[in-house]
T-cell receptor, first 112, second 119 residues
Framework: GENVGLHLPTLSVQEGDNSIINCAYS??????FIWYKQESGKGPQFIIDIRSNMDKRQGQRVTVLLNKTVKHLSLQIAATQPGDSAVYFCAENNFGNEKLTFGTGTRLTIIP | DAMVIQNPRYQVTQFGKPVTLSCSQT?????MYWYQQKSSQAPKLLFHYYDKDFNNEADTPDNFQSRRPNTSFCFLDIRSPGLGDAAMYLC??????????????????FGPGTRLTVT
């Protein structure tokens, strides 16, 4: 399943399938990007980050892709599990600025 | 093991009755942040401390105040809570990156949040 951005804040994916969550960021000068996962009633949890001099970074079951030309960030989750159900936020940062700018979030629901 | 601790996890206060939320951290980070998060929305930054330097966001109401008595602790004071202040309040920390030879991003570490209910 694939989310096409801010107009589709909810994404449902069958367990075991791959999911793609998209984020359009606002500042072309941003140097650093983070994906956070937030489960119900909990604080955001760091998943993966990427610097602007990279276009792809992989973690365990997750991959972040960065397209600076169109200011687009995506999070790919492979072989989704029920525990992946959460709201996912992208956040951007400029080096030297200690503040993050958060995207609006996407709610991912894994269907058993 | 908890790195950013928030107390209490749930707080109920009455309309207009001052309330204080607390945050502590074991990471020895220089930067501490307070966010307000309402249902199905992104966290909204209220203010942050860089060491002892307080940085308020332009749209944070005067009703919200903060104190940071030392590196480990930071408090959020809501002087006269209104019904619209019911939300999750998140504390976060970040390490000091100023003066580093290599540019780096400010990854923020979040606490579990305090859910505030105003009756």
């Amino acid at each position: 399943g694939e989310n096409v951005g801010l107009h589709l804040p909810t994404l449902s994916v069958q367990e075991g399938d791959n999911s793609i969550i998209n984020c359009a960021y606002s500042n072309s000068a941003s140097d650093y990007f983070i994906w956070y996962k937030q489960e119900s009633g909990k604080g955001p949890q760091f998943i993966i980050d990427i610097r602007s001099n990279m276009d792809k970074r992989q973690g365990q079951r997750v991959t972040v892709l960065l397209n600076k030309t169109v200011k687009h960030l995506s999070l790919q989750i492979a072989a989704t599990q029920p525990g992946d159900s959460a709201v996912y936020f992208c956040a951007e940062n400029n080096f030297g600025n200690e503040k993050l700018t958060f995207g609006t979030g996407t709610r991912l629901t894994i269907i058993p | 093991d908890a790195m950013v601790i928030q107390n209490p996890r749930y707080q109920v206060t009455q309309f207009g009755k001052p309330v204080t939320l607390s945050c502590s951290q074991t990471l020895n980070h220089n930067v501490m942040y307070w966010y307000q998060q309402k249902s199905s929305q992104a966290p909204k930054l209220l203010f942050h401390y860089y060491d002892k330097d307080f940085n308020n966001e332009a749209d944070t109401p005067d009703n919200f105040q903060s104190r940071r008595p030392n590196t480990s602790f930071c408090f959020l004071d809501i002087r006269s809570p209104g019904l619209g202040d019911a939300a999750m309040y998140l504390c976060a920390t970040s390490r000091d990156l100023r003066g580093l030879a290599v540019l780096a991003g400010y990854e923020q570490y979040f606490g579990p949040g305090t859910r505030l209910t105003v009756t």
